[in-house]
């Protein structure tokens, strides 16, 4: 009899045929899962866990480039294994990654339930990062689920389609792009559908991703077409302003297409022509073309053509001008980064350096002109007025590294998210929370012990530890971990991390967690993850300050001058500010 024993509560219904294939049941039919066990601080945790479970149909021959069709299916759908991972090239040697199977047959999702089932639980819905060309929503090895027990929510994991896949684009209605992006929203079209039947509220539905995952998560907060169907957003190193976030020039966007056209033998006169040819392309010499772009094109914006545009549909303006109308869509904020996210760079550069690389005045220029900041020279001195120290002023052979990884970090991670939390707060949307992660990990994502707080290590505190693989943390990071779980869940349950149920006091000693106060635009208040869990000023309120203040100012105040003298110039029939003859 207990095999049938079912809780049935409202449109809840989740059955247990036994300790290890739990069984959900939704309008398409049955959804058999298995059940997995984690052990953290002398305490057994179990999980039910659906893997793999498809929510649109194979991209594949016609629906390659498509927009996502949702899936059907009827009768029973055994959930045991892990989905196949989207194509993508092979990645870096990383430690704690395992991949598993690719295929373009993709479009899936995890759900993971803490036991016992209960009703209305609140969801985290993770967008991994990746460049928006690697990574899969779960893989062994590398699992979060230890949130959902830690955190008391569900969580779910999504794939959506990557590189030339997702985000190909034509610049015209042939494939306008983003499918990458629709993927994710097809996902959350799906959780708001199904999860009730999991023990999930859908209303309760925050979304959450790191790198590439965290632009796309801002990037929800902004489009029309994701309103209503998250409640809370936290953003881990990208918004949708971030200098790598969107291709926002149009011009360039078809070049990408046409350039791996002319790699698969599908050189076309117009989009439509080239995009039929494309559909025929085996996964492979696509995925294999689209690698070799940079090695083609290594000056040409072309180099680097898959991600996220705006397309006048998902994306309807530049990210810069959606924020500047405030249009954001009504949902509670949490965002930050790390304190060097710069240095991942180098560690792949120097991946058996013991200590920090020393960069030479040389080797940093070069590294500069490679960043294509196109800075002018006043604001290269103004640079060297913020970021260099007294000793690299006066040491005869400076070490840049230092330097440069800052300047790295502000340009294409801080100071585009502070703009992002100004915009928020400014656009009164919902509640709006900041964050800093500058602790070292004693096993960080790249295993390098100089790289700091590098982009990436803030997922080292999210379980993974507690599943089997090789982070082994000391007690004070383990305790930091539940913390960060804590903080994270209690947003997800409440859209505020200091609380985790609408009648608890923020100051409740059960908490054990440091008040995190709002950001808003009189106090921007960060709360530093780290053991001390301390809050602090904005940690790059000066140097921002100089990219998101100074330099647009400088810009504007040169052009008006040019202006000006050409102005002159012209009047006096004479030659150009610039030397050329005016007509």
């Known amino acids: 009899m207990l095999q049938q024993i079912c809780l049935a509560m409202l449109f809840l219904v989740v059955c247990n045929g036994n300790a290890s294939n739990p069984t959900v049941t939704v309008d398409q039919g049955q959804i058999i899962g298995k059940r997995l066990q984690f052990r953290a601080q002398d305490t057994d945790f179990d999980v039910d866990a659906y893997l793999g479970i498809p929510y649109a149909e194979a991209p594949v021959g016609p629906l390659r480039f498509k927009p996502p069709v949702p899936k059907e299916w009827q009768g029973e759908l055994n959930a045991h294994e892990y989905g196949n991972s989207c194509p993508q090239p092979a990645w870096p040697d990383l430690h704690w990654f395992t991949l598993g199977k690719t295929s373009e047959d993709c479009l899936i999702l995890n759900v993971y339930v803490p036991v016992p089932v209960r009703p209305n639980r609140a969801v985290l819905l993770w967008i991994h990062g990746g460049a928006y060309s690697m990574g899969a929503g779960s893989f062994e090895d590398f699992e979060t689920y230890p949130i959902a027990s830690l955190g008391d929510v569900i969580l779910v994991s999504i794939n959506y389609r990557l590189g030339v896949f997702g985000f190909l684009a034509t610049g015209d209605e042939v494939v306008p792009g983003n499918m990458g992006m629709l993927d994710q929203l097809e996902a959350m079209k799906w959780v708001q559908k199904n999860i009730k039947a999991f023990g999930g509220d859908p209303n309760r539905v925050t979304i959450f991703g790191e790198s590439a995952g965290s632009s796309s998560v801002s990037l929800h907060t902004l489009s029309p077409l994701s309103k209503g169907l998250f409640s809370g957003a936290i953003m881990q190193s990208g918004v949708a302003t971030s200098t790598w976030a969107v291709l926002e020039d149009k011009t360039h966007i078809p070049k990408g297409a046409f350039g791996i056209g002319k790699l698969v033998g599908c050189e076309k006169e117009d989009t439509k022509q080239l995009v039929d040819c494309l559909v025929d392309v085996p996964t492979d ?58 240095t991942t760079e180098f560690a792949f550069f120097y991946p058996d350096a013991i200590e920090k690389p020393h960069i030479n005045v040389t080797e940093y220029e070069s590294y500069m002109a490679a960043s294509k900041l196109n800075l002018t020279p006043l604001q290269n001195d103004a640079l060297e007025l913020v970021y260099f120290d007294n000793d690299m002023l006066t040491d005869p052979n400076p070490n840049y590294f230092d330097a440069y990884v800052r300047i790295l970090q502000d340009y294409s991670f801080a100071c585009s998210t502070d ?19 500058n602790h070292h990990p004693s096993k960080s994502i790249i295993n390098t012990p100089w790289s700091g707080a590098c982009h990436a290590d803030d997922l080292v505190f999210f379980g993974i530890h ?33 609380i985790g149920t609408e009648n608890e006091e923020a100051s409740s000693p059960a908490a054990k967690l440091l008040e995190w106060p709002q950001f808003t635009l ?22 921002c300050k100089l990219w998101n203040d100074y330099f647009p100012k400088l810009d504007a105040a040169l052009a008006d001058k040019q202006q000006e003298c050409k102005s002159h110039w012209s009047k006096e029939g004479k030659e150009s500010c610039s030397g050329e003859a005016t007509p």
């Open 466 to 498: 507690f599943t089997p693989n090789d982070f082994n943390l000391t007690d004070v990071e383990v305790e930091m971990t539940l913390k960060m779980i804590q903080y994270w869940t209690n947003f997800a349950k409440t859209g505020n991390p200091n």
């Open 419 to 437: 703009t992002y939390l100004r915009g928020a707060a400014e656009a009164d949307a919902g509640s709006v929370y900041a964050y800093y992660f």
């Open 285 to 342: 010499d696509l995925l294999n073309a689209s690698q070799r772009m940079m090695e083609v094109f290594p000056e040409d914006p072309e180099a680097f053509p898959f991600a996220p545009v705006y397309d006048d549909h998902f994306i309807p303006d530049r990210p810069d001008t959606l924020i500047k109308k405030r249009s954001f869509n009504h949902v509670n904020i949490m965002a930050g980064y790390n304190a060097d996210e710069g």
């Open 522 to 543: 009189d106090k921007r208040m960060y709360k530093e993850l780290s053991p001390s869990m301390n809050n602090i000023p904005d940690p790059s309120g000066i140097s």
